[in-house]
């Protein structure tokens, strides 16, 4: 049996970014309660979850609490679960937060692998973006993490932002690979509803690149990565080698547990999945009440866990083991659909592989249809 995979969301950020759908807070008075809630959280899921061989602190921003505030939630988790001396244990950061103190700290607290929400290396995107830090910040935020001796950072960036060019995604691209990085996500910019910029959009005061710009944008990103050696193994992350694949999203996607603990974060055990309130006030209340701060849950059925397989598996380059899935589900996937398994073939979208149903380059641009097959 896999290894579940722990979550803590921090639900405070000082400001809030344009495109942003994820629940957090600006309001960091309730710092100290949240920080007195957590561990009330964690003590209700201690019969059901005994160890863990990742641990993932996001956000929000979690970097903007003190390198205090961080020992806390590490020394609470350490003291009611098992962590794996191997954990992998990474935590978000904002490239404003990055500081040669704040690095040496949080290597002290055993933190052995940073994300870092770059998104953007221009200004003019920056601002855009809402982000509080500017070019020169994240530049000098990269250096500093390799001079701290962080051998693991990962970077996050943004693509398909109103008017961008080309040519100026292919210079963000370079910029970032100068730093060799450990791991880079590169997301295409969502609209989430209820943010300022799906109001922006809806008001026709921006207008996002179309479906062939966009296509360029992820098949450049693919192109130049793997040109510099890292492994596409996601539809939005690469890894500069496979030992650097990141551990813990891989649990969300190959359905191994995981317990999600903060406002809005999600757990899935089994055939159980369960998330908790999106509201700092709900969730601090239920935990004053000694219950789960749920907000709902659902038992899935054996059709959910196998769609859910083919959705996340063909988001991903290794796919779907079809012996795993017929032992899982028993169901011949090749035998069930084989007519639509085989027009995706002749589309070049998806191939047969060492037993796997896998998604191409092409496949990967359009992973999220694939499922309905």
Request: net charge neutral; aromatic share 8%; with cysteine.
């Amino acid at each position: 049996m896999k290894t579940p995979g722990l979550y803590i969301h921090i639900p405070f950020c000082r400001s809030k970014c344009l495109y942003c759908g994820f629940y957090s807070s600006t309001s960091l008075d309730l710092v100290p309660e949240f920080l007195k809630a957590l561990p009330l959280e964690m003590d209700l899921y201690r019969s059901e979850f005994s160890s863990f061989d990742t641990l993932y602190i996001g956000g929000g921003t979690p970097s903007l609490l003190s390198a205090g505030e961080l020992g806390a939630i590490l020394e609470a988790t350490a003291k009611r679960f098992t962590i794996s001396s191997r954990a992998e244990i990474t935590l978000e950061a904002n490239p404003a937060d990055l500081t040669p103190l704040s690095l040496q700290a949080w290597r002290r607290l055993g933190i052995n692998r940073l994300n870092i929400g770059v998104q953007a290396l221009d200004d003019g995107a920056l601002a855009f973006l809402g982000r509080r830090h500017n070019r020169s910040q994240a530049l000098a935020a990269l250096q500093a993490a390799g001079d701290a001796g962080f051998a693991n950072v990962g970077l996050d960036l943004i693509y398909g932002l109103p008017g961008q060019k080309l040519a100026d995604w292919r210079e963000t691209l370079r910029l970032a690979l100068s730093f060799s990085p450990a791991h880079l996500s590169c997301y295409q910019l969502t609209v989430e509803a209820g943010t300022p910029l799906s109001r922006l959009l809806a008001r026709g005061e921006i207008q996002l690149p179309n479906g062939e710009a966009l296509a360029d944008l992820f098949f450049t990103t693919a192109a130049e990565l793997e040109k510099a050696g890292y492994i596409h193994y996601e539809v939005s992350n690469f890894a500069r080698n496979k030992d650097l694949l990141s551990r813990h999203n891989q649990k969300y996607w190959d359905h191994t547990a995981y317990l999600g603990l903060g406002p809005a974060a999600h757990s899935f055990h089994g055939q159980r999945r369960w998330w908790n309130h999106g509201d700092l006030g709900a969730y601090l209340g239920d935990l004053g009440k000694g219950v789960p701060p749920r907000a709902a849950e659902e038992k899935l059925t054996r059709d959910d866990l196998c769609l859910e397989t083919l959705f996340l598996g063909l988001r991903t380059k290794k796919g779907v083991n079809l012996r795993d899935y017929l032992r899982c589900y028993d169901r011949d996937l090749l035998s069930e659909k084989s007519e639509p398994i085989a027009l995706l073939e002749k589309k070049g979208l998806v191939m047969i592989k060492n037993g796997c149903l896998r998604p191409t380059l092409a496949g990967l641009a359009v992973a999220d249809s694939l499922a309905l097959i």
